[in-house]
C-alpha cells in the first residue's frame, strides 16, 4: 500500500475522531449527570440537516453554530422527558433517534426539494507546521486539515478542568453519583441534569453540522450511520473519562479509515468488500466486550431521581 494512501487514511481517521471524540465528550456531561443519553445518533441526525441548511445560507461557520443550537434544542426533549417525566431513558434515547430520522427527512424536502443538498460551503483549512512536512506522504495527514479536528483535542483540557476544578462540574456529578446528597445540600439536581443533557445535544449537533459540511460536504439521508452509537462506545470505552475518551476515539475514527482508504492494504485486500465493511462496527463490538466488565459508570445513571424532577 502506498504511503501516500496512508496518510490520507490517517486524515480521514482524524476527521472521524473529530465526530465520535465531540459527540462522546457531550454524552460524558449528559451520564455524569445521571441521564443516559443513547439519543446521540438523532441528536447528530438534527445537527447534519439543520448544518447544512444554514451552511448553504449564511456560509460554514454558521452552519455549525446552527447545529449546535439545533442539537441543543432538540436534547431537550431528551431532558424533559427524563428529567421531569421520569421516563425510562433508553426508551426516550430510542424514540429521539427515531423522531430525527423522520424530521431530518422533513426538512430536508423542506431546505433542499430532495433528501439529498447541494455541495456545502467548506471550512478553511490549515497546515500543521512540522508535521505537514513529514516525508513519503505522511505529510498529507497534516495538510489542509480543518482547524475543528484541532478543537476537538483541545477541548479535552478544558472538558477536564470544568469537570474537576469547578463548582459547576463537582456538582454535575455528584448528580450523576449521588442525587440525594446533592438535595440535601441545598442543590437541586433538575437544573444540573438538564444541563448536562443540553451540553450533550449540542456538543452532537456541532459534530452533525462538521459531518455534513466538512467529512462529507453534503447533507445526504443515512450519513451518520450509527456514528452515534460509536461515540457512546468510546466514551463506555474510556470509562466516562475525557482523556480515555479521546483514546478510545482515535481507536473508532482510525477504525473507520480501513473501508475507505485501506480496503486494498495486504490482508484486508483479501476480505470480501462486505467484510470490510463491518471492520469499524466489529472494531467496536471487540473493544467493548473487552473492557465492559472493567468500567464503572456514574452510580445514578439511567436512575429516576424522584425529588429531582422539578427546575
Not at 4 to 9: R, V
Not at 89 to 106: D, K, Q, W, Y
Not at 191 to 196: E, H, I, M, S, V
Amino acid at each position: 500500500m502506498p504511503l501516500l494512501d496512508l496518510g490520507a487514511a490517517i486524515a480521514i481517521g482524524l476527521s472521524y475522531f473529530t465526530l465520535i471524540s465531540l459527540t462522546g465528550l457531550g454524552g460524558l456531561f449528559s451520564e455524569r449527570s445521571g441521564i443516559v443519553n443513547i439519543g446521540l445518533e438523532g441528536m447528530l441526525i438534527v445537527g447534519t440537516v439543520m448544518g447544512a441548511w444554514a451552511s448553504l445560507e449564511w456560509g460554514p461557520i454558521a452552519g455549525l453554530l446552527m447545529g449546535m443550537t439545533a442539537g441543543a434544542v432538540f436534547s431537550l426533549v431528551h431532558a424533559l422527558a427524563t428529567v421531569t417525566f421520569r421516563v425510562d431513558h433508553i426508551v426516550s434515547g430510542v424514540v429521539i433517534n427515531i423522531v430525527a430520522f423522520g424530521l431530518a427527512r422533513f426538512l430536508s424536502q423542506i431546505f433542499f426539494g430532495s433528501t439529498q443538498s447541494d455541495r456545502l460551503p467548506a471550512l478553511d483549512k490549515i497546515d500543521i507546521p512540522g508535521l505537514a512536512s513529514l516525508p513519503l506522504g505522511l505529510g498529507r495527514a497534516f495538510q489542509r486539515m480543518s482547524w475543528i479536528t484541532i478543537l476537538a483535542f483541545l477541548i479535552t483540557i478544558p472538558a477536564l478542568f470544568v469537570l474537576n476544578r469547578t463548582r459547576f462540574g463537582l456538582r454535575l456529578r455528584s448528580a450523576g453519583e449521588n442525587p440525594a446528597a446533592t438535595l440535601t445540600l441545598g442543590v437541586r439536581v433538575a437544573p444540573l441534569r438538564y444541563a448536562g443533557v443540553v451540553i450533550s445535544g449540542a456538543l452532537a449537533g456541532f459534530a452533525g453540522a462538521f459531518l455534513a459540511i466538512e467529512v462529507n460536504q453534503l447533507f445526504q439521508e443515512g450519513q451518520t450511520q450509527g456514528l452515534g452509537f460509536i461515540a457512546l462506545a468510546a466514551l463506555i470505552l474510556g470509562n466516562w473519562q475525557p482523556l480515555r475518551l479521546m483514546a478510545g476515539a482515535l481507536i473508532f475514527g482510525f477504525a473507520q479509515a480501513i473501508p475507505l482508504r485501506l480496503n486494498d492494504a495486504p490482508v484486508i485486500s483479501l476480505l470480501p468488500e462486505q467484510f470490510i465493511r463491518m471492520i469499524p462496527y466489529i472494531v467496536t463490538i471487540i473493544a467493548i466486550a473487552g473492557f465492559v466488565g472493567r468500567v464503572s459508570p456514574p452510580a445514578a445513571a439511567g436512575k429516576a431521581y424522584e425529588g429531582g424532577g422539578r427546575i
